[in-house]
């Protein structure tokens, strides 16, 4: 059995079991939203947001992408967070990376890349130029690219942190609190970088 049929055998299971479980769950759904979170992660298959959080459906608005970047002149990012603080009201927005991401690993071998993945981690690749001294004591390579991790994590924050939505937020007394988590695979566990 292919993958896809897989998916909707299991869709049918869940739907009907949490039916069953709670009888309005659906239509208080197809109601509309209102998440208390925006999540900018990662696409990794190891790293979704609804299984790390144990979140239902409607608590976390998400954006993810490769190495949990965003960018001034990509469009999908700034329009996921204008919704998300401007329509939606979000109180907190979430970077989140994680350990053993192939994103950071590949950002910092860029030249062995091409297309559009190699534009998407042109950022990462200059972080990691700037903060070369930094990461060069760091003890094995594993190390290294978890600190490389944490850093891109800190300069997407830092550039939420200053997104005009996030700014006029702020100004009108409803700040939007900015987090930087790193999941760590190894145990599951999320850190708080503490921004
Ligand atoms: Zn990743």
Redesign the pocket.
């Known amino acids: 059995m292919t993958y896809s049929k897989e998916v909707f055998r299991k869709n049918e299971e869940w739907a009907k079991k949490t039916a069953n479980l709670r009888e309005d769950f659906f239509k208080e759904l197809s109601h509309g939203q209102k998440p208390d979170l925006l999540w900018i992660g990662?696409?990794?298959s190891r790293?979704s947001s609804s299984t790390i959080a144990g979140s239902e459906l409607g608590q976390i608005f998400t954006l993810r992408n490769?190495?949990?970047c965003i960018a001034p002149d990509d469009i999908n990012s700034m329009s996921v967070i204008q919704y998300a603080v401007h329509a939606l009201g979000v109180k907190e927005i979430a970077v989140v990376?994680?350990t053993n991401?192939?994103?950071?690993k590949a950002s910092k071998d860029i030249h062995d890349l091409s297309g559009p993945i190699k534009h998407w981690l042109e950022p990462v690749h200059q972080l990691y130029l700037e903060n070369l001294d930094e990461i060069n004591v760091i003890e094995g390579e594993n190390n290294k690219l978890n600190h490389l991790c944490e850093l891109n994590v800190k300069r997407v924050a830092d550039i939420v942190s200053k997104l005009e939505w996030v700014v006029a937020a702020k100004n009108s007394g409803n700040p939007v609190h900015i987090h930087g988590w790193i999941f760590n695979l190894e145990d599951g566990t999320l850190k708080d970088l503490k921004l």
């Open positions: 990662c696409s990794d790293v490769i190495a949990n990376g994680h991401c192939g994103g950071i």
